[in-house]
């Protein structure tokens, strides 16, 4: 069910009107015009989090096997970053902002391609996507720096790829991937420095040779 947009929704209030035709040019762009045939068929898998199982098993397993007991108040906090990131977003932000999503959006929808069987319930400002991929990256930056180290933008560029795929997919604007972005970044910077000054840090003792 596509959600109404009231007519105080705090988006229309706030966003001037030359920064949304910005963000309006931007996702026709994205979506419009800078595509592939190829990037048509990887980016519905690519930004699925199915896909990203493997990855999550693998975090999983090298946190129990390289820091045994100690790996589980790591892993409960990972969790709740995330958790927190989603709830913030949908619960508290969305509903808030209440913007339409581009393909739900009746001056827009005309003009998107959706590459999605469905637009998908709910509303745009931000995207939880974008939140909860940068929570988890900085959270993982900032607990396990001592394995990241340099290679933190790794991360990063993993977290901006799923929230631009969700701008080329038609299912959200370029501002709510960079503010979702800057959303969830603060979300894992919280998190992780909450989890490195009362549960952590690491040892990097612990660490299977």
């Known amino acids: 069910m596509i959600p109404p947009?009231?007519?105080?929704?705090?988006w229309l209030q706030i966003m001037p009107s030359w920064l949304d035709k910005i963000?309006?040019?931007?996702?026709?762009?994205?979506?419009g015009t800078a595509t592939h045939p190829v990037a048509d068929a990887i980016v519905p898998w690519w930004r699925e989090s199915i896909t990203w199982t493997p990855v999550y098993v693998f975090l999983l397993l090298f946190a129990i096997i390289n820091y045994k007991k100690e790996s589980l108040p790591w892993i409960a906090m990972a969790l709740a970053t995330i958790l927190l990131s989603d709830q913030i977003s949908s619960s508290v932000v969305?509903?808030?902002f209440a913007r339409l999503r581009p393909c739900n959006d009746p001056d827009l929808s005309t003009q998107v391609r959706l590459l999605l069987d469905g637009?998908?319930?709910?509303y745009s400002f931000t995207s939880s996507h974008a939140t909860n991929h940068f929570a988890?990256?900085?959270?993982?930056?900032?607990?396990?720096?001592?394995?990241?180290g340099k290679y933190s933008w790794v991360l990063y560029?993993?977290?901006?790829s799923i929230g631009y795929a969700q701008v080329y997919a038609g299912v959200h604007y370029p501002?709510?991937?960079?503010?979702?972005?800057?959303l969830g970044t603060g979300i894992g910077w919280f998190t992780g420095n909450?989890?490195?000054?009362?549960l952590g840090p690491l040892s990097p003792q612990t660490q299977a040779p």
């Open 194 to 198: 909450f989890y490195q000054r009362n």
């Open 136 to 148: 988890l990256a900085t959270f993982l930056t900032v607990t396990l720096r001592q394995w990241v």
């Open 23 to 31: 963000d309006r040019a931007l996702f026709l762009f994205i979506n």
């Open 175 to 182: 501002f709510d991937i960079l503010a979702g972005a800057l």
């Open 119 to 122: 637009c998908g319930a709910g």
């Open 157 to 160: 560029l993993w977290a901006a």
């Open 94 to 96: 969305k509903p808030l």
């Open 5 to 10: 947009a009231p007519l105080t929704s705090i």
